[in-house]
């Protein structure tokens, strides 16, 4: 079956989806403190997460969902504010451990949250995320050809690779960052500091997240 997508399209998408993979922003910085946090694999599990919620952008940007969401406030609005609240109660989870020491006794796997979960919290953050469904939409269709098969397929290859360098770029970062906080976990209090920056990531994350506008 032939790809829908030019192979030529496809070279000039790849280096702009692997630029915008590397900037940093608040998939990554979520994939750091769920590493930090939780372990390696919870890390990785972030940011598959993560990516599937990109695949699921892309599909709703094919269907019209994004440029719906973007077009009625109110609906931004709803996803916007979940997406807030759903942060700011990962971050009250960590520092409620901080504030009960849990885990800092019987080490980091006490605390930790399991590769199922953290892929779920990842997926979770993504999607209610509505400037990502409208940045696909944005970024997607200058690439687009009609001529060359259906719409739809096109976006699903794109939000693919979007979703592949993300895996690839979190999945490292949450994976070194797991490493390092398990070392680090061995003190006490660096495991205290690792609560606390965690916790502090995911409200400097809803915080980013609320004064973002439609």
Same mark, same amino acid.
């Given at each position: 079956? *032939?790809? *829908?997508?030019? *192979?030529?399209?496809? @070279?000039?998408f790849?280096?702009?989806?692997?630029?915008?993979?590397?900037? *940093?922003?608040?998939?990554?910085?979520?994939?750091?403190?769920?590493? %930090?946090?939780?372990?390696?694999?919870a890390?990785?599990?972030?940011?598959?997460?993560?990516?599937?919620? $990109?695949?699921?952008?892309?599909?709703?940007?094919?269907?019209?969902?994004?440029?719906?969401?973007?077009?009625?406030?109110?609906?931004?609005?709803?996803?916007?504010?979940?997406?807030?609240?759903?942060?700011?109660? #990962?971050a009250?989870?960590?520092?409620?451990?901080?504030?009960? =020491?849990?885990?800092?006794?019987?080490?980091?796997?006490?605390?930790?949250?399991?590769?199922?979960? %953290?892929?779920?919290?990842?997926?979770?953050?993504?999607?209610?995320?509505?400037?990502? =469904?409208?940045?696909?939409?944005?970024?997607?269709?200058?690439?687009?050809?009609?001529?060359?098969?259906?719409?739809?397929?096109q976006?699903?290859?794109?939000?693919?690779? #979007?979703?592949?360098?993300?895996?690839?770029?979190?999945?490292?970062?949450? &994976? $070194?960052?797991?490493?390092?906080?398990?070392?680090?976990?061995? $003190?006490?209090?660096?495991?205290?500091?690792?609560?606390?920056?965690?916790?502090?990531?995911? &409200?400097?994350? @809803?915080?980013? #997240?609320?004064?973002?506008?439609?």
């Amino acid at each position: 079956m *032939p790809l *829908p997508v030019a *192979p030529e399209t496809l @070279a000039l998408f790849v280096p702009v989806a692997l630029a915008l993979n590397l900037t *940093p922003g608040a998939d990554m910085l979520f994939c750091l403190g769920q590493g %930090a946090r939780s372990g390696p694999a919870a890390g990785v599990s972030a940011a598959a997460g993560i990516s599937a919620g $990109s695949l699921v952008h892309a599909t709703a940007a094919g269907v019209g969902l994004a440029a719906l969401m973007a077009a009625h406030p109110v609906a931004f609005e709803v996803v916007r504010w979940a997406g807030v609240a759903y942060l700011v109660w #990962l971050a009250f989870g960590a520092f409620r451990e901080l504030a009960r =020491g849990e885990g800092l006794a019987r080490g980091p796997a006490a605390r930790a949250m399991r590769p199922a979960a %953290a892929f779920r919290a990842g997926l979770l953050v993504n999607l209610l995320n509505p400037k990502m =469904g409208i940045f696909v939409l944005a970024l997607v269709p200058q690439f687009v050809r009609p001529e060359a098969g259906p719409i739809l397929a096109q976006f699903l290859v794109f939000g693919a690779v #979007l979703g592949i360098g993300g895996m690839a770029i979190n999945g490292a970062v949450g &994976l $070194s960052a797991g490493h390092i906080g398990r070392a680090l976990a061995r $003190s006490r209090r660096m495991t205290q500091a690792m609560q606390a920056a965690t916790g502090t990531i995911f &409200l400097a994350l @809803a915080a980013r #997240l609320a004064m973002q506008r439609a």
